[in-house]
């Protein structure tokens, strides 16, 4: 198998959107990657070949995707997932994992999401434009951070561009604009104490119908999403730092460690301690997810 990629992005401050790793793979005939879980979003575009995809549904259903050239998919973070190259045609493909508080309401708008995983462009020419975008990570690894944050964004609009079940956005209205700000109100304060009542307020919306708003912009509840750029903070906090769990707790508006831990494992399905020891030198978790035992990267 031929394989090239870049490790991780060489800076961490970037919250809206930032890459993580990127490359580009040509595999064996059924060579596989998996079982494992994600604490990002990881994007496959294939160039040539075949593959399967196993993914878990969010009713814990295995689904299984057969998938050729033109074709992409993604992968969410902490979902359970395997894939694996053709016997007789195996696949080559080049992929990018970002994460960011706005990459799940871009990837909505592209029509992808934990259940609908698989993209298509409109044709194969924007999917080549695609792949090219893509394949720039690869190979100007050593541009600025911003330029390929900046690189990233591009990416993210033509994915929703050339997407053949993007959603239309041509119909925003001021409540959307309301939920974009409660985003950046949390983003700027999940560190300290935050309700979800206080959110609504900064928006001037009722309760109720701001958590219902909110749902279907970003595709999760306010107190989920609050939850999860809380965690995701701690753990970049525990693979970048030295610093106790009881102080990461405290960084990330968990001021009760015990109750940060309750949250941390119901998550990620492992204490914060066991997160950072399996985590302090790689991004995936190898699970026991009942998938057939196929060859490992």
Not at 250 to 272: D, E, I, R
Request: charged content about 20%.
């Amino acid at each position: 198998m031929e394989e090239n990629h870049i490790s991780l992005f060489p800076n961490e401050h970037f919250l809206d959107i930032r890459p993580y790793q990127y490359g580009w793979e040509e595999c064996k005939p059924l060579h596989s990657f998996g079982p494992f879980v994600r604490n990002h979003y990881l994007f496959h575009y294939i160039i040539s070949g075949k593959g399967m995809l196993f993914s878990h549904s969010t009713n814990g259903e295995i689904h299984e995707y057969k998938l050729e050239a033109n074709q992409a998919f993604l992968i969410c973070p902490g979902q359970i997932n395997m894939y694996t190259a053709d016997e007789i045609n195996p696949w080559k493909y080049v992929w990018i994992e970002f994460d960011g508080i706005r990459a799940e309401e871009c990837l909505l708008q592209a029509g992808l999401e934990w259940d609908q995983p698989i993209y298509l462009p409109q044709n194969i020419k924007q999917g080549e434009l695609l792949q090219k975008r893509m394949l720039y990570f690869y190979e100007n690894s050593a541009k600025s951070p911003i330029h390929l944050v900046g690189q990233l964004y591009l990416f993210l609009d033509e994915l929703i561009e050339y997407s053949s079940s993007r959603q239309n956005i041509a119909e925003k209205n001021q409540k959307d604009f309301y939920i974009n700000e409660a985003v950046a109100y949390i983003q700027q304060n999940c560190s300290r104490e935050l309700t979800i009542d206080e959110v609504a307020d900064f928006c001037k919306l009722n309760r109720n119908y701001f958590s219902r708003k909110f749902k279907k912009v970003m595709g999760c509840t306010p107190q989920e999403f609050l939850i999860h750029q809380r965690l995701t903070n701690a753990t970049e906090l525990m693979r970048l730092t030295e610093l106790p769990i009881k102080a990461i707790a405290v960084q990330c508006g968990y001021p009760n460690q015990l109750y940060f831990s309750q949250a941390f494992k119901k998550s990620y399905g492992l204490s914060p301690q066991e997160w950072r020891k399996q985590n302090c030198s790689k991004t995936e978790l190898p699970v026991n997810t009942g998938f057939s035992p196929l060859n490992k990267k």
